[in-house]
């Protein structure tokens, strides 16, 4: 079978879901005549048709209401944020409202909110952002970060089955970038589950999204300096997957966190709290980031590969750590 | 009736909608309206005893404008409150004794201690459920949540309005503005009530908006715009009735002001000293809703001062009856606390110093003890 992109894959699980299960529907901007911005949901329209496939006005907020109320009525709403830095638009709708209901009232609301996440592509300070750790915060939500196209297809399946709000975080850099060969079947990736990306025995980096792919690099670069890297992918941070974290600090004693969002308030600085309540006695040496700076994304490259972490900050990190 | 204002066509010409209405469904209008009015009353006792254990929050006043309003859905619409329309929740099914129990933070309240005041619902199948929707207190949410509701309704075709109301505030919010337009350009069968009542919390109307009445936003948003004093509790029946016939039939979203006035604080707490002096007796004196109905259902339908009497004290008697039933009620278990933020896992875990801290916090240790030790406990 032929490789398919990040991209596709992504759409492919849409297609199949909504093939699947008439509830599920798409709202968005641009998203039905034209496909979407980066032409994720192409074709949908023409299959699905306008009751199915909904261009709507620019407003945030009453994409992400609408969901809910949608949702509570039994439908399985996938909403497009045309630019993942646009939630903020929605941030109480999601906080308030979507991610309370189950808990204050009982309201199923079974939905995703979707959208292109993430920098490395000359975007500037509103169009790359990656604001997964601002929703991190409420409890009620669930959000997955894909790296692999496989992933990508299999996890927003598992996002749309779920019966809670998955915020699911689509990376631009790799939407065309990487291509897998999809599983056979009906291929669901469990939500809250994370992944070795590579077995090592001396550093574990622990990381999700397109920093996945900049360990590696450095994984295949500190090798050749007989530096065995074990590297993880969460692919869902909200739940996380503890026990994938504890286990390869019980088993390397020495833990890089990664990720391309900023530092200050960041994932990292959470599992560094979670390891360091359960596997301190494990840990031979202080648990490091490797992260964005606090800084908006500048556009010039020079500026924004400056600020965004590199796969040498990444080889220097794990240098520091085997070194401690 | 209903006056429309400039640039909206009038939709109704000749009968009143409320003539339409038997005398039993009259009176019916005068008992939710003083049921509101008395199981406030009684809220402000319990309030004062310290049984309500949040803030309470008054409708006095208003009761016609939630009533009459709600009045025109039929059971299978779905209607989404704000926190002056217990009214229109009692039309809709919820009952005193829910109202009573949610006040007081009781274990089988409706939200079972979770949520606060009338912050409460009962949405889902048509024909099953009683179909209001329990509000949230950032205001003008439930705006976009209703489109959503009713863009269910349209895609399913399936014969339902719903209403949702907002006060003046409200409409100064974004998720007003996005989730009204939105629900017009998708033509959802959606009634948007814009309760004027000449406050939010202590702001008054002429500091919330510019526009002279709210009714003129109708016109922007391409809606069917439509207006009544809310405090006229058949003229509210009318023009909300209007406004979900329009609905219904299809044609899209209607605005409907109803122009009242709040007559306590926002809460129970607030000592109202922003209101001129004078006004909010003037209101009482000569436009309180509920005496103004009892003169018409003298005067119009001949209804005589022992039958009014006879509902008076059959509602003293259910509220009674209700908080008698309330104050049984239990506290809730604390550990329901940690169940259901997710369907998936189902609980929350206690934090560890909530559960045997000795084991949760040592229970962990490397064996071998702090070093450089390999995890099969070979020395480096």
Same mark, same amino acid.
């Given at each position: 079978?032929? =490789?398919?992109?990040? #991209?596709?894959?992504?759409?492919?699980?849409?297609?199949? =879901?909504?093939?699947?299960?008439?509830?599920?529907?798409?709202?968005?901007?641009?998203?039905?005549?034209?496909?979407?911005?980066?032409?994720? @949901?192409?074709?949908?329209?023409?299959?699905?048709?306008? /009751?199915?496939?909904?261009?709507?006005?620019?407003?945030?907020?009453?994409?992400?209401?609408?969901?809910?109320?949608?949702?509570?009525?039994?439908?399985?709403?996938?909403?497009?944020? /045309?630019?993942?830095?646009?939630?903020?638009?929605?941030? *109480?709708?999601?906080?308030?409202?979507?991610?309370?209901?189950?808990?204050?009232?009982?309201?199923?609301?079974?939905?995703?909110?979707?959208?292109?996440?993430?920098?490395?592509?000359?975007?500037?300070?509103?169009?790359? /952002?990656?604001?997964?750790?601002?929703?991190?915060?409420?409890?009620?939500?669930?959000?997955?970060?894909?790296?692999?196209?496989?992933?990508?297809?299999? #996890?927003?399946?598992?996002?749309?089955?779920?019966?809670?709000?998955?915020?699911?975080? =689509?990376?631009?850099?790799?939407?065309?970038?990487?291509?897998?060969?999809?599983?056979?079947?009906?291929?669901?990736?469990?939500?809250?589950?994370?992944?070795?990306?590579?077995?090592?025995?001396d550093v574990s980096i622990v990381t999700y999204a397109s920093t996945v792919w900049?360990?590696?690099?450095?994984?295949?670069?500190?090798?050749?300096?007989?530096?065995?890297?074990?590297?993880?992918?969460?692919?869902?941070?909200?739940?996380?997957?503890?026990?994938?974290?504890?286990?390869?600090?019980?088993? @390397?004693?020495? #833990?890089?966190?990664?990720?391309?969002?900023?530092?200050?308030?960041?994932?990292?600085?959470?599992?560094?709290?979670?390891?360091?309540?359960?596997?301190?006695?494990?840990? *031979?040496?202080?648990?490091?980031?490797?992260?964005?700076?606090?800084?908006?994304?500048?556009?010039?490259?020079?500026?924004?590969?400056?600020?965004?972490?590199?796969?040498? *900050?990444?080889?220097?990190?794990?240098?520091?750590?085997?070194?401690? | 009736?209903?006056?429309?204002?400039?640039?909206?066509?009038?939709?109704?010409?000749?009968?009143?909608?409320?003539? $339409?209405?038997?005398?039993?469904?009259?009176?019916?209008?005068?008992?939710?309206?003083?049921?509101?009015?008395?199981?406030?009353?009684?809220?402000?006792?319990?309030?004062?005893?310290?049984?309500?254990?949040?803030?309470?929050?008054?409708?006095?006043?208003?009761?016609?404008?939630?009533?009459?309003?709600?009045?025109?859905?039929?059971?299978?619409?779905?209607?989404?409150?704000?926190?002056?329309?217990?009214?229109?929740?009692?039309?809709?099914? $919820?009952?005193?004794?829910?109202?009573?129990?949610?006040?007081?933070?009781? $274990?089988?309240?409706?939200?079972?201690?979770?949520?606060?005041?009338?912050?409460?619902?009962?949405?889902?199948?048509?024909?099953?459920?009683?179909?209001?929707?329990?509000?949230?207190? %950032?205001?003008?949410?439930?705006?976009?949540?209703?489109?959503?509701?009713?863009?269910?309704?349209?895609?399913?075709?399936?014969?339902?309005?719903?209403?949702?109301?907002?006060?003046?505030?409200?409409?100064?919010?974004?998720?007003?503005?996005?989730?009204?337009?939105?629900?017009?350009?998708?033509?959802? %069968?959606?009634?948007?009530?814009?309760?004027?009542?000449?406050?939010?919390?202590?702001?008054?109307?002429?500091?919330?908006?510019?526009?002279?009445?709210?009714?003129?936003?109708?016109?922007?948003?391409?809606?069917?715009?439509?207006?009544?004093?809310?405090?006229?509790?058949?003229?509210?029946?009318?023009?909300?009735?209007?406004?979900?016939?329009?609905?219904r039939a299809g044609h899209g979203v209607a605005l409907v002001e109803l122009i009242?006035?709040?007559?306590?604080?926002?809460?129970?707490?607030?000592?109202?000293?922003?209101?001129?002096?004078?006004?909010?007796?003037?209101?009482?004196?000569?436009?309180?809703?509920?005496?103004?109905?009892?003169?018409?259902?003298?005067?119009?339908?001949?209804?005589?001062?022992?039958?009014?009497?006879?509902?008076?004290?059959?509602?003293?008697?259910?509220?009674?009856?209700?908080?008698?039933?309330?104050?049984?009620?239990?506290?809730?278990?604390?550990?329901?606390?940690?169940?259901?933020?997710?369907?998936?896992?189902?609980?929350?875990?206690?934090?560890?110093?909530?559960?045997?801290?000795?084991a949760d916090a040592y229970g962990q240790e490397r064996p071998e003890s702090w070093?450089?030790?390999?995890?099969?406990?070979?020395?480096?």
């Amino acid at each position: 079978m032929a =490789e398919i992109t990040y #991209l596709e894959a992504i759409r492919e699980a849409l297609f199949e =879901e909504m093939e699947r299960d008439r509830n599920v529907f798409c709202m968005g901007q641009d998203i039905g005549a034209f496909g979407g911005a980066f032409k994720v @949901t192409e074709g949908l329209l023409a299959r699905f048709g306008e /009751q199915r496939v909904i261009d709507s006005p620019i407003s945030e907020i009453a994409l992400v209401g609408a969901a809910a109320g949608a949702a509570h009525m039994g439908l399985r709403p996938v909403v497009e944020m /045309q630019f993942i830095d646009f939630i903020a638009n929605a941030y *109480d709708m999601l906080t308030n409202y979507v991610a309370t209901a189950r808990y204050r009232a009982f309201l199923p609301c079974p939905m995703v909110v979707r959208g292109p996440s993430g920098g490395y592509v000359r975007g500037g300070p509103f169009h790359s /952002q990656n604001p997964e750790a601002g929703f991190l915060h409420t409890p009620g939500l669930k959000i997955v970060y894909p790296s692999t196209a496989a992933d990508a297809k299999g #996890l927003m399946k598992a996002a749309v089955r779920d019966d809670d709000c998955v915020l699911f975080f =689509e990376h631009k850099y790799l939407y065309r970038r990487v291509k897998d060969v999809m599983p056979d079947g009906d291929h669901v990736v469990p939500i809250g589950q994370a992944r070795v990306a590579r077995e090592g025995s001396d550093v574990s980096i622990v990381t999700y999204a397109s920093t996945v792919w900049k360990a590696l690099e450095a994984a295949d670069l500190l090798a050749a300096e007989s530096i065995s890297v074990e590297v993880i992918d969460l692919r869902s941070l909200a739940p996380m997957d503890d026990e994938a974290i504890f286990r390869t600090v019980k088993k @390397t004693n020495r #833990l890089l966190i990664v990720h391309e969002d900023t530092r200050t308030g960041g994932m990292a600085g959470e599992i560094t709290a979670r390891v360091n309540e359960t596997c301190f006695e494990w840990l *031979d040496a202080p648990v490091l980031r490797v992260t964005a700076a606090d800084i908006p994304l500048p556009y010039a490259p020079a500026l924004e590969d400056y600020v965004l972490p590199q796969t040498a *900050d990444i080889v220097r990190a794990v240098r520091r750590l085997t070194a401690y | 009736m209903a006056k429309s204002r400039p640039g909206r066509v009038m939709p109704v010409s000749g009968a009143r909608p409320s003539d $339409a209405l038997s005398r039993a469904q009259k009176l019916e209008l005068y008992y939710w309206m003083k049921l509101t009015r008395q199981l406030e009353e009684r809220l402000v006792n319990l309030y004062r005893q310290t049984k309500v254990v949040g803030g309470l929050f008054r409708s006095l006043g208003q009761e016609a404008d939630a009533v009459g309003s709600c009045f025109a859905l039929e059971q299978r619409d779905v209607m989404s409150p704000l926190i002056r329309n217990l009214g229109a929740m009692l039309v809709k099914g $919820a009952t005193p004794v829910e109202v009573l129990k949610q006040y007081m933070a009781k $274990a089988d309240s409706p939200t079972r201690g979770r949520e606060l005041n009338i912050h409460f619902g009962d949405i889902g199948e048509a024909g099953v459920t009683r179909g209001f929707l329990g509000q949230i207190s %950032p205001l003008g949410d439930m705006v976009p949540v209703m489109t959503g509701v009713t863009m269910s309704f349209k895609m399913r075709g399936e014969d339902r309005v719903g209403l949702v109301y907002v006060g003046d505030g409200a409409t100064s919010t974004g998720a007003f503005h996005e989730g009204i337009n939105f629900a017009a350009v998708q033509k959802c %069968p959606l009634v948007v009530v814009v309760e004027n009542n000449g406050y939010a919390y202590s702001t008054p109307t002429h500091k919330q908006s510019a526009a002279k009445f709210f009714v003129d936003k109708a016109i922007g948003y391409g809606v069917l715009g439509l207006q009544a004093d809310g405090n006229d509790v058949l003229a509210t029946y009318d023009v909300t009735k209007t406004a979900v016939d329009h609905a219904r039939a299809g044609h899209g979203v209607a605005l409907v002001e109803l122009i009242t006035y709040r007559r306590k604080g926002h809460a129970e707490h607030d000592n109202q000293s922003y209101v001129p002096a004078g006004e909010i007796e003037q209101w009482a004196a000569e436009n309180d809703p509920i005496d103004r109905y009892a003169q018409v259902l003298r005067s119009d339908l001949g209804v005589s001062g022992s039958e009014i009497a006879a509902i008076d004290a059959r509602i003293l008697r259910e509220i009674d009856e209700a908080t008698d039933l309330a104050e049984l009620s239990g506290t809730p278990d604390v550990r329901e606390a940690l169940v259901g933020v997710y369907a998936e896992p189902p609980s929350e875990q206690p934090l560890w110093f909530r559960r045997d801290a000795e084991a949760d916090a040592y229970g962990q240790e490397r064996p071998e003890s702090w070093g450089t030790w390999n995890a099969d406990g070979a020395k480096r």
